[in-house]
Nanobody, 116 residues
């Protein structure tokens, strides 16, 4: 069974930082596109950032320049460094692994709340 184990969410003040982590198996990490999605209350789940097996990255416009996705090949872990957080970043964040065309896995989600 595929597991994506997330950690690092929490409560932070506007302007603060958090780092999310997503650990998985070596097979998933080495072969799948990895990404982070956010889902705010009443909204659809949306892509925040993604990283390929070779390290190429892609970001949603609202987070460009503030969030950084990276991967640690030795730990089979992908990270999302979130800086300059805003209240509108408040959401549940999900780790995602995708191998085209139809292999998609999700983590359990971690809550990020940005509030003073």
């Amino acid at each position: 069974q595929v597991q994506l184990v997330e950690s690092g969410g929490g409560l932070v003040q506007p302007g603060g930082s958090l780092r999310l982590s997503c650990a998985t198996s070596r097979n998933i990490f080495r072969n799948y596109l990895m990404g982070w999605y956010q889902q705010a209350p009443g909204k659809q789940r949306e892509l925040v950032a993604a990283i390929t097996t070779s390290g190429s990255t892609n970001y949603a416009d609202p987070v460009k320049g503030r969030f950084t996705i990276s991967r640690d090949n030795a730990k089979n872990t992908v990270y999302l460094q979130m800086d300059s957080l805003r209240p509108e970043d408040t959401a549940v964040y999900y780790c995602n692994a995708h191998l085209a065309p139809s292999y998609i896995y999700w983590g359990q989600g971690t809550q990020v709340t940005v509030s003073s």
